[in-house]
């Protein structure tokens, strides 16, 4: 992430290209693909043992979001009560500007110095680790994936394996570096080894750390907690042992009740890694209890719009219902052929090509819609319904409706929309076309060169038409 | 205007509906009376069943009779494991006769230092071999976190099915009221952060041994 989480993805045909040859990122990406694939898919059929079917669940759990999202300003009003009512203080922030503004406000009145922070894709956001660095206060990513690309200066390329892009020797040269020790040979064997130096490195900065970020997986209004989801446990570290706990989360994240969150949790582990639960899953409501020698004495909730409350009402609220499982970019060939760093911003993926337009302005991001095959993997396996490419080609008709398409393809599109009201010079103008892409075939019956697209045949033929348009067959076949 | 009310402001300019107390009151009606989702079909004993997640997650299991047996069970694993016999504890399970077994058992929260923590738990849930701990001045959560190894001892008749059936235990049990962290914990921690291989001790316990009491089947002590 640069300075600021500001995004890059405007620049996505460059960085697609880029990240496209580099060799070794495809090799590491493939690896990871059929295991990402394969987990979910064993994950789901567990479903049957139990006498659970799928499309029943997933359709309970969108209806759960629906719910949500079609009086979020009500849901909104109840969460805030609650939380206040055991403790916490609950926070509203606009835009990135104003995550950093309350953290680095919140930092201040309590001496931090350093804060540990578990997965906030909202911090992300907000480029928060740079706003706390800058202030003098020491950031330290704790989910280990979060933890190397930390120390290799980059953003997360995947929402739940933010480091799918890395190698075991990146990670030991970033280790050696970081933690002071020569540089050694490693094979699949020294993983556990290393996971071991990462924690006792880690553990030292869970018990001086004097803030702890988390981010929410979910908000529950009818006991104003969050909900934690980690398999790692520095979900529970960051929540349990600094003194300030801050929580920074969209203010599309709430369900209703403790039931409506059970449902979630039957897919949510299920669709990101295939496991029937995560390892740990906190529940954490207000702040330290009377009596308790242990957990943060101050709470504090952040609810972020930051371009969703623009969603609401409008033909992409489908998108806030999403519970960032990541299934999404897990299935997705475009994603697994450029990795996540392509889309320039927090959420890579189908999810991303959604996302990082409605949020940083569809006029900054006039690719991302356009980064898919249309193949719908991702909307088959979204667990709350979301139609990730229907509302993709809903931002690619914005983009023409507000004229942001490049000139020679709205002259184009204008000059076939003229003619095809002209059905007579419309025939003419096929037919002689026709003769013109037969012209131009070489002697083998390919155009190996084609001016109107030189992009599109510098690497493949096209095979001229053949034979007489279908307006003139359809002509023919009549008379028959 | 302050963040707060722009920000509702354009949730409700975006929704376009009217009549908030309506909605509110609605809302208010979802909340007093729950209702559940798909629930799945938890066949045959429950405890066997949670016995079987818990493995699966690579939790170990054993099972005793009745409590006054477990500080022996655990003290016989804790020495076929390798591991000391000191250990930091939950005033809930302080009470067994620990020293009796060669255990020296601290009741209080966790140090770093400490490499065995031991813990009740509130209650259990099979379907998935989850653990329900709940934080409180006798129950600091840091003793099923920060020590390499956790030890909890469930009580059978306290595994329930389902995730449901363990929030309407909390419900019935302690009405209006949950305590600063109610942890779930399957299994120990793990991360697959590095090349997508699994290891197990993140952050949290590498080993997690759960001792069940009663309902033993016979033979089986």
């Given at each position: 992430m640069s300075a600021g989480g500001q995004s890059q993805a405007m620049f996505f045909r460059a960085r697609a290209a880029r990240q496209a040859g580099d060799v070794g990122l495809r090799r590491t990406l493939q690896k990871a693909r059929p295991l990402f694939v394969g987990k979910r898919a064993k994950g789901i059929a567990g479903l049957a043992a139990d006498g659970l079917g799928f499309g029943a669940l997933r359709t309970a759990c969108a209806d759960i979001r629906r719910r949500v999202v079609d009086d979020l300003d009500v849901w909104l009003e109840i969460f805030e009560e609650r939380a206040r009512a055991t403790g916490a203080e609950v926070l509203w922030a606009r835009d990135g500007a104003e995550i950093r503004r309350h953290v680095l406000d919140i930092a201040a009145r309590h001496g931090v110095t350093k804060a540990v922070k578990s997965k906030s894709m909202l911090s992300e956001e907000a480029g928060l680790n740079e706003a706390l660095a800058d202030a003098g206060i020491r950031p330290v990513e704790t989910d280990l994936g979060e933890y190397i690309v930390q120390l290799a200066g980059e953003a997360p390329?995947?929402?739940?394996?933010?480091?799918?892009?890395?190698?075991i020797h990146e990670v030991e040269a970033l280790f050696a570096a970081e933690h002071g020790r020569p540089l050694q040979a490693r094979s699949s064997a020294d993983i556990p080894a290393m996971a071991r130096e990462a924690r006792e490195v880690l553990r030292q900065h869970f018990l001086s750390a004097d803030m702890g970020i988390s981010g929410a997986n979910f908000l529950i209004a009818e006991t104003g907690s969050a909900a934690l989801v980690t398999n790692e446990g520095n979900g529970r570290m960051v929540t349990t042992l600094p003194s300030v706990h801050v929580v920074i989360t969209g203010i599309?994240?709430?369900?209703?009740t403790l039931e409506d969150f059970a449902s979630l949790m039957r897919l949510l582990p299920r669709s990101a890694t295939?496991?029937?639960?995560?390892n740990y899953v906190s529940l954490l409501t207000g702040t330290?209890?009377?009596?308790?020698?242990?957990?943060?004495?101050k709470t504090v909730f952040i609810l972020v719009d930051n371009g969703r409350?623009?969603?609401?009402?409008?033909?992409?609220?489908?998108?806030?219902?999403?519970?960032?499982?990541?299934a999404c970019m897990n299935h997705c060939p475009v994603y697994f052929s450029?990795?996540?760093?392509?889309?320039?911003?927090v959420y890579p993926g189908p999810m991303g090509s959604v996302l990082t337009p409605l949020y940083t302005g569809i006029e900054n991001a006039l690719d991302l819609p356009h980064?898919?095959?249309?193949?719908?993997q991702c909307g088959v396996v979204c667990p709350v319904e979301i139609p990730l490419p229907a509302l993709m080609h809903r931002l690619r008709e914005v983009q023409v409706e507000r004229r942001l398409r490049p000139l020679a393809e709205r002259l184009g599109l204008g000059a076939w929309g003229w003619l095809a009201r002209r059905p007579t010079l419309y025939r003419l103008v096929v037919r002689l076309a026709a003769r013109y892409l037969r012209w131009l075939a070489d002697d083998s019956g390919?155009?190996?060169?084609?001016g109107l697209a030189p992009g599109w045949s510098a690497g493949r033929d096209l095979v001229p038409p053949s034979g007489p348009t279908f307006l003139e067959r359809y002509a023919a076949r009549k008379k028959d | 205007m302050s963040a707060r009310d722009e920000i509702l402001g354009r949730v409700r300019r975006g929704l376009g509906k009217g009549d908030a107390a309506g909605r509110r009151a609605k809302a208010e009606a979802l909340l007093a009376a729950p209702v559940r989702g798909p629930q799945p079909?938890?066949?045959?004993e429950l405890v066997a069943r949670f016995v079987a997640r818990a493995e699966s997650l690579t939790s170990t299991v054993s099972r005793v009779?009745?409590?006054?047996?477990v500080p022996a069970s655990v003290a016989a694993w804790l020495a076929a494991q390798g591991l000391d016999s000191y250990c930091v504890a939950t005033?809930?399970?302080?009470?067994?006769?620990?020293s009796a077994a060669g255990i020296a058992a601290a009741v209080r929260s966790a140090q770093d230092a400490d490499m065995v923590g031991i813990t009740g738990c509130y209650c259990a849930i099979a379907e998935t071999g989850t653990l329900i701990l709940l934080s409180g001045p006798e129950t600091p959560a840091s003793v099923s976190l920060l020590p390499e190894t956790h030890v909890a001892v469930v009580p059978?008749?306290?595994?329930?099915?389902?995730m449901e059936d363990a929030f309407a235990l909390l419900r019935s049990e302690r009405p209006g009221f949950l305590p600063r962290a109610v942890n779930l914990v399957s299994g120990p921690s793990r991360t697959g952060?590095?090349?997508q291989t699994i290891v197990l001790g993140?952050?949290?316990?590498?080993r997690v041994h759960i001792v069940i009491v009663g309902d033993a089947p016979a033979g089986a002590r």
């Open positions: 390329s995947h929402i739940i394996a933010p480091a799918v892009h890395k190698t599309e994240k709430i369900v209703p295939g496991q029937t639960i995560s330290r209890g009377a009596g308790d020698g242990e957990g943060p004495e409350a623009a969603l609401a009402g409008s033909d992409f609220a489908d998108m806030l219902r999403c519970i960032r499982c990541g450029l990795g996540g760093h392509a889309y320039g911003w980064a898919s095959t249309g193949c719908n390919r155009i190996r060169v084609f | 079909a938890i066949g045959g009779a009745a409590a006054s047996e005033a809930d399970v302080g009470d067994l006769p620990w059978a008749e306290r595994v329930v099915a389902t952060d590095i090349e993140a952050h949290g316990p590498c």
